[in-house]
């Protein structure tokens, strides 16, 4: 059904958002004031906006062709300023959700071509195969050529990492790429196919040629150089598949804001470590405990720590944070804490962090609300928020991190 609507407001997912008389209406790449002809779609509460009739003034020109199409970025046509206020707003909204009427400040911004990491759909269509997103609100996948938010040497390995990577498909119709950019070229992972042992040895020559140091697919690998990060003073060889921050510009601005919210610490706890991120810029200053259940992520840091140089002692512990949090007479031997969970956050640890005696506390999310729902249970234990700051990691998608200090200011009862 094709209707005119009026957008009034941006929802938490970037989509405008008209009100109808049978509720509201999401209609993805759309502006508040903008009227619009859109069709509803069957189930009535999303539209696919057909025309413009009158455009808003914060309308800017998309930086990609694929944009409109590709279901990867929600708000390239809004203007930078507005843009980034929005993205506050749902910090501000989520702590308020939880009556946390804290100062949020301005978005730190990344600029274009800053992300590391991407994973893109490998499908067969026919005789062809594509290679990119999936398009907006479908499960088809579109073939990309560009995407200014990557590295230069992401996009610029596209196409042969598409001619590398297809013979892997087999008798499978998709499979999914993840390509993270390291020192020393592209470390590719291919997840959902099986190939043939002897697969990836043949595809060794090309995949050298094409910038990659490492080809995975199937739990099998073929290294032509171990891909190596920098993480402050220690150099890092990445495990296939672990976690990396998205973006290296919006990690060296996480990182600084978590040195400032420990200040002097002599003691720190880093709380799901993983590869170290904030462990190895801690160390700088202060002892580090660094805590993880991922042994592939723990056995990498502590590789990386009997190498690196002029750095306090990091000592490591695996241990499952979301089963056995660290116990809040455990934490009593620190001064501070920080504490990075998955998007789920970590409310049994945040229970424990609530209870202990520890004078400063920095929390990094990229999930606000999880985030608020955990601070709320900390402040609820005495702390107060001193700072929250907002990081655009994910640029132009509904996704933000974030960096909260905490002080203790109230005695435990």
């Not at 309308?59 to 507005?82: E, I, M, N, Y």
């Not at 891909?227 to 495990?239: E, F, K, N, Q, S």
């Amino acid at each position: 059904m094709t209707v005119e609507l009026t957008i009034e407001r941006l929802g938490a997912q970037g989509d405008g958002i008209a009100e109808t008389v049978n509720g509201p209406v999401f209609v993805p790449f759309t502006l508040p004031g903008e009227r619009v002809g859109a069709t509803i779609e069957a189930d009535g509460t999303h539209a696919r906006c057909d025309a413009i009739f009158d455009e808003s003034p914060d309308r800017v020109k998309p930086v990609c062709p694929h944009f409109g199409v590709c279901g990867g970025c929600a708000l390239q046509q809004l203007k930078t300023s507005d843009y980034l206020n929005w993205k506050r707003e749902l910090v501000v909204q989520a702590l308020s959700s939880r009556g946390l009427k804290v100062p949020v400040e301005p978005v730190r911004p990344v600029p274009l071509g800053s992300r590391r990491r991407a994973t893109f759909r490998l499908e067969r269509r026919g005789q062809d195969v594509v290679l990119g997103y999936r398009r907006a609100r479908t499960h088809e996948t579109i073939d990309v050529v560009s995407c200014p938010i990557l590295s230069p040497s992401i996009v610029a390995a596209l196409s042969d990492l598409k001619r590398l990577v297809s013979p892997l498909l087999g008798g499978h119709n998709e499979a999914r790429i993840a390509v993270t950019e390291t020192e020393n070229g592209l470390d590719v992972t291919v997840e959902g196919v099986q190939p043939p042992e002897t697969a990836l040895a043949r595809l060794a020559g090309a995949a050298e040629a094409s910038g990659l140091a490492r080809l995975t697919a199937g739990g099998e690998s073929v290294t032509l150089a171990p891909p190596i990060l920098r993480l402050g003073r220690a150099r890092v060889t990445l495990p296939p598949g672990a976690f990396l921050q998205a973006s290296a510009h919006a990690e060296a601005e996480m990182v600084s804001l978590v040195c400032e919210g420990v200040g002097r610490s002599k003691r720190v706890a880093d709380l799901f470590s993983g590869l170290g991120t904030f462990s190895f810029t801690l160390a700088e200053r202060a002892a580090v405990d660094a805590y993880e259940s991922d042994t592939d992520a723990l056995a990498v840091l502590s590789e990386a720590t009997r190498h690196a140089t002029k750095l306090k002692p990091i000592r490591t512990q695996r241990r499952d944070l979301f089963r056995d949090p660290l116990g809040w007479q455990e934490l009593k031997r620190f001064d501070a804490v920080v504490f990075d969970p998955p998007r789920a956050g970590a409310v049994a640890q945040a229970e424990q962090l609530a209870k202990t005696t520890v004078k400063r506390i920095v929390a990094v999310s990229c999930n606000p609300g999880t985030l608020a729902r955990d601070l709320r249970l900390i402040v609820d234990g005495g702390y107060d928020i001193t700072r929250v700051v907002p990081v655009d990691q994910f640029l132009f998608s509904s996704h933000v991190e974030v960096v909260a200090h905490l002080t203790r200011k109230r005695r435990v009862r």
